[in-house]
């Protein structure tokens, strides 16, 4: 099996997750291997951004169909809502049972590969699960089927009957099983809190409520001084592993992470979430749906 530096990554990430280790922001002094974490991470997003994180719009998905360009679309939705309604053509793999069920993927880790969900947030985390097993060319459909449906794209509700898990009949190396046993751990984690996502409405609540929290907008600069949530604050993506001290040393701080359309904000909740902090969430649809939704705007 191909192997690059992401399995690190994950493997470093879930185990300071699950150790309970203290979130970086309450120590100036950064441990050796939390160093080498750090520098990992900002590796794997600076491999993003030409790609624009990984991300994927609808049209783009539909055009690729229409076109007849092949590649595998992997619904992580459950089977329930895969059976109501779905892209034609598409696999379905629940989110919490990807880490057990990634040996039914393109062999070739060069295949082509599009994941979504409802909204973008559980694709937003299959799509992460995925790259870093390996897969070099899988991209998250921002927005999800919901946006698929708003673009009056097709979608099919013929009844459809799921195909069961296949079983994994290669043996896997110790390493590769450690990093599927982490990943499952985590999803479990997060799936009873929705997945670690938040509502713009619940957000705006907070807001509304003097909730004391966090909003950490994660868009570029540029992004940012043209309207954001009031009192959020602006670490960019790309820059957030190596400015960790600068969030709150408390690793129970509310924390709400956005950006433009909720694809940017599932990998800094990640990374927030594998660095200690529990009560941090990914707020869907980003700053779009809070601007659609005439929310206030501090500029």
């Known amino acids: 099996m191909r192997r690059n530096h992401k399995l690190l990554v994950i493997i470093f990430t879930v185990t300071f997750a699950l150790s309970g280790l203290t979130a970086v922001g309450q120590s100036q002094n950064i441990a050796p291997f939390q160093k080498q ?16 994180w990984g991300s994927i719009s609808p049209s ?4 690729m169909i229409v076109a007849g360009v092949p590649f595998f679309l992997l619904d992580v939705r459950t089977t329930a809502e895969f059976q109501a309604e779905r892209i034609a053509g598409a696999v379905n793999i629940p989110i919490d049972q990807l880490p057990a069920r990634l040996h039914e993927l393109p062999a070739d880790r060069e295949a082509p590969i599009v994941v979504y969900c409802k909204v973008g947030h559980r694709g937003a985390l299959g799509f992460s699960l995925i790259r870093q097993w390996g897969y070099v060319n899988v991209r998250g459909m921002v927005g999800g089927i919901d946006a698929w449906k708003a673009a009056r794209f097709p979608t099919d509700t013929t009844p459809v009957t799921v195909t ?3 079983p994994q009949t290669r043996v896997l190396p110790p390493c590769d099983k450690q990093f599927l046993t982490l990943w499952d751990d985590m999803l479990t984690q997060v799936k009873p809190v929705r997945w670690g996502s938040i509502t713009i409405a619940e957000t705006n609540a907070m807001l509304l409520g003097n909730v004391p929290f966090l909003a950490l907008d994660v868009r570029t600069p540029a992004e940012f001084a043209t309207g954001r949530i009031p009192g959020a604050v602006n670490i960019p993506l790309d820059q957030l592993p190596s400015r960790l001290r600068e969030l709150p040393a408390d690793p129970e701080t ?9 694809h940017r904000s599932v990998m800094g909740f990640a990374l927030l979430r594998q660095f200690g902090y529990v009560n941090v969430t990914s707020m869907v649809g980003g700053m779009d749906a809070w601007r659609a939704a005439g929310y206030p705007i501090e500029q």
């Open 37 to 52: 974490f750090i520098s990992l991470w900002d590796e794997t997003l600076t491999q993003l951004v030409p790609v624009r």
């Open 60 to 63: 783009e998905v539909n055009a």
């Open 164 to 166: 069961p898990p296949q």
């Open 254 to 262: 509310i924390i709400v992470v956005y950006c433009k359309a909720g």
